[in-house]
C-alpha cells in the first residue's frame, strides 16, 4: 500500500508560478511510474503530466506542455510539479498517483483509471 501527501497548492495570481509536491510512504517510489492530474470543478479529472522511475520518460498534456515541469527524488520518495506562467484555466484540485513501473509501458498513463494510489489532493487556484 503506498500513502500518497500532496502540499504546496495555494491561491496566486495569473503569470505567477507554483510548486507543488507529492511524499510517498513507500521506501521504494523507484518502483512505481508516477503521475500528476488535476479536476476542476465539474469537470472529469484530466492527466497533466507523468514520469517514469529514472525520469527517463516524460509526457505532458498539450495544456501544460512548456509551463510545469515534473520531476522526481526518489531518495526522497518525493515527486514535484513545477508550474510556471500559470492561467486561470489551471485552476483545479491537483493530484499525484503510482502506478507500478511494469504497468507503465502497457498502460495508457493518460488515464486515471490505470492508476492503483493516489492522494487526497492540493488545491491550485489562480486568479486573473
Known amino acids: 500500500q503506498v500513502q500518497l501527501v500532496e502540499s504546496g497548492g495555494g491561491l496566486v495570481q495569473a503569470g505567477d508560478s507554483l510548486r507543488v509536491s507529492c511524499a510517498a510512504s513507500?521506501?521504494?517510489?523507484?518502483?512505481?511510474?508516477m503521475g500528476w492530474f488535476r479536476q476542476a470543478p465539474g469537470k472529469e479529472r484530466e492527466f497533466v503530466a507523468s514520469?517514469?522511475?529514472?525520469?527517463?520518460?516524460?509526457d505532458y498534456a498539450a495544456s501544460v506542455m512548456g509551463r510545469f515541469t515534473i520531476s522526481r527524488d526518489n531518495a526522497k520518495n518525493t515527486v514535484a510539479l513545477q508550474m510556471n506562467s500559470l492561467k486561470p484555466e489551471d485552476t483545479a484540485v491537483y493530484y499525484c498517483?503510482?502506478?507500478?513501473?511494469?504497468?507503465?509501458?502497457?498502460?495508457?498513463?493518460?488515464?486515471?483509471?490505470?492508476?492503483?494510489?493516489w492522494g487526497q489532493g492540493t488545491q491550485v487556484t489562480v486568479s486573473s
Open positions: 513507500e521506501r521504494t517510489l523507484s518502483t512505481y511510474a
Open positions: 514520469i517514469n522511475w529514472s525520469g527517463s520518460s516524460i
Open positions: 498517483a503510482a502506478m507500478p513501473l511494469s504497468e507503465y509501458y502497457t498502460s495508457n498513463r493518460y488515464k486515471p483509471g490505470e492508476y492503483d494510489y
